[in-house]
Structures are given as structure tokens and as C-alpha cells.
């Protein structure tokens, strides 16, 4: 089993909708949980973190993780065609010092 | 401007001929990571580096090595290259592997290993 799941998509929706995107895991132990935002050609960057449970937002997009179901989500809020790229999610925070990414999902954001 | 370069960005070898992919950060970052990219697998760990001369496997560490002889370098060596190993190739740092601690990506190297 994977450490990590998430759906590769490609998603695809329009300008101004609300976008849901999920991650499962198996580590029970993980306290650190990411999402990184990868453009075309590009390396991934960090847009969100959260440790252990709980919401974080920022600006329109706002990060939960659901510790108990071992579920994490992004969502984005009146999405852009800027934000047309592939979201992976990360986790860290088990026994060793690793991390442990999802296989990412496609977004394409139409205007 | 904080940032993590990698040399070359497109490489194509052959079977068999070793090769080094050189990683840099100016950031003074503790942690450094080798990560392949490949469709349908996302990004998998190779390597990771807590500090100089400190140096672990990560998920895929078969038919790679790393060193850490500096802080700021974090080479990726291929000492028999394979097919299988064509990839998209990522160094990253950071100051630590928690998650508050943003980890910086490089450009990325493309190989072919024909």
C-alpha cells in the first residue's frame, strides 16, 4: 500500500468555480501535511502547510486535515486560470525524516 | 535571490556510463533531497541529507549514491546508469524536514538513459 493517495485527475473546471482536492494516507504517525503547486517545467513550491489536524487558510485557498480519517484536502476558492498547474500533497513527521508526496492532480482551470 | 540550481537541466547518456547531476543551494539549509519525478509514480525520495556527512535512503535509493561534503553542494551520482532510471530529477532544501520549514525545489534535470 501506498503511503500516500491521490487522485491524478486531471481536473478540469471554470473560471470562478470551487475547487476540492484529497489526499488519503496510511501513517498514522505524519504531522506535517502539505500541498506544493507545480507549474509546467517547474519545480514544485510550497503553497500551503499544516501541522496535525485542523483548517488553515489563506487567501483563497484554505488546507484541512482530518487526522482520524487520514484525509487531507485543498480547496480553492473562485479559481483563476492562473491557477491552472498539478497540486501535490506532502506529508513529513512519521519515524524518519522523509517526505512522502502524492502523485499529484491536474488542474485546468478554463476562463 | 534564495535559490537551489542544478546542473545539467537535460542530460541523454547511455547504459552504463557513470554521470553526476550537481545540486546547490544558497540558503544555508541543513536538509537536501534527491527526488525523482516519473508519471503515475509522482515524486519519490531518493536520497536525503540532515547535514554534511550525513546522508540517508530515501524510497528508490537503488542504483544511486549522494555525498555531503559541503553544506551548500548535494551531488547525485549514477555510477552505472540504467533505462529505468530516465526521469525527471529534483533537488530540494530546506532548513529542516518539517513541514513548517519550506522546501525549496531546483529547476530540474531530465535524463534519457538510452
Redesign the interface.
Same mark, same amino acid.
Given at each position: 500500500q501506498k503511503e500516500v493517495e491521490?487522485d *491524478?485527475g486531471p481536473l478540469s473546471v471554470p473560471e470562478g468555480a470551487i475547487v476540492s482536492l484529497n489526499c488519503t494516507y496510511s501513517n498514522s504517525a505524519f504531522?506535517? $501535511?502539505?500541498w506544493y503547486r507545480q507549474y509546467s517545467?517547474?519545480? *514544485?513550491?510550497?503553497l500551503m502547510?499544516?501541522?496535525s489536524s485542523g483548517n488553515k487558510e489563506d487567501g483563497r485557498f484554505t488546507a484541512q486535515v482530518d487526522k482520524s480519517s487520514k484525509y487531507i484536502s485543498l480547496f480553492i476558492r473562485d479559481s483563476q486560470p492562473s491557477d491552472s498547474a498539478t497540486y501535490?500533497c506532502?506529508?513529513?513527521?512519521g519515524t524518519?525524516?522523509?517526505?512522502? $508526496?502524492?502523485?499529484?492532480t491536474s488542474l485546468t482551470v478554463i476562463p | 535571490e534564495a535559490q537551489v540550481t542544478q546542473n545539467p537541466r537535460y542530460l541523454i547518456t547511455v547504459t552504463g556510463k557513470k554521470l553526476t547531476v550537481t545540486c546547490s543551494q544558497n540558503m544555508n539549509h541543513e536538509y537536501m533531497s534527491w527526488y525523482r519525478q516519473d508519471p503515475g509514480l509522482g515524486l519519490r525520495q531518493i536520497y536525503y541529507s540532515m547535514n554534511v556527512e550525513v546522508t540517508d535512503k530515501g524510497d528508490v535509493p537503488e542504483g544511486y549514491k549522494v555525498s555531503r561534503k559541503e553544506k551548500r553542494n548535494f551531488p547525485l551520482i549514477l555510477e552505472s546508469p540504467s533505462p529505468n532510471q530516465t526521469s525527471l530529477y529534483f533537488c530540494a532544501s530546506s532548513l529542516s524536514p518539517r513541514g513548517q520549514e519550506t522546501q525549496y525545489f531546483g529547476p530540474g534535470t531530465r535524463l534519457l538513459v538510452l
Open positions: 491521490q *491524478p504531522q506535517y $501535511f502539505m517545467r517547474k519545480g *514544485p513550491e510550497l502547510y499544516t501541522y501535490l506532502a506529508m513529513s513527521g524518519g525524516n522523509q517526505f512522502y $508526496f502524492g502523485t499529484g | -
